[in-house]
């Protein structure tokens, strides 16, 4: 997976990256892969919510247009049977 993410990297990114590896100090070494991390993990929950979106079933939900609406809907989607 490794060998795979740098060769997808543009020519400009890789050659940084070998920068800050050679000449960065632990703490930016570190940030990067932070940052790295944190893009990675945001991408993998835009998959998820993308999906989430495209298998709701809204068609058969009445509008909620009142606090009291939103209020009772979620009475009832949490009511134990």
Avoid: C
């Amino acid at each position: 997976m490794a060998l795979d993410l740098f060769v997808e990297l543009p020519p400009s990114a890789r050659e940084a990256w070998l920068k800050v590896s050679t000449t960065g100090s632990q703490q930016q070494m570190k940030a990067l892969v932070d940052n790295i991390t944190r893009t990675i993990i945001d991408a993998q929950y835009q998959t998820a919510h993308a999906q989430v979106i495209v298998q709701m079933q809204i068609e058969h939900l009445e509008p909620l247009t009142t606090e009291d609406d939103i209020l009772a809907a979620a009475v009832s989607i949490t009511k134990q049977e």
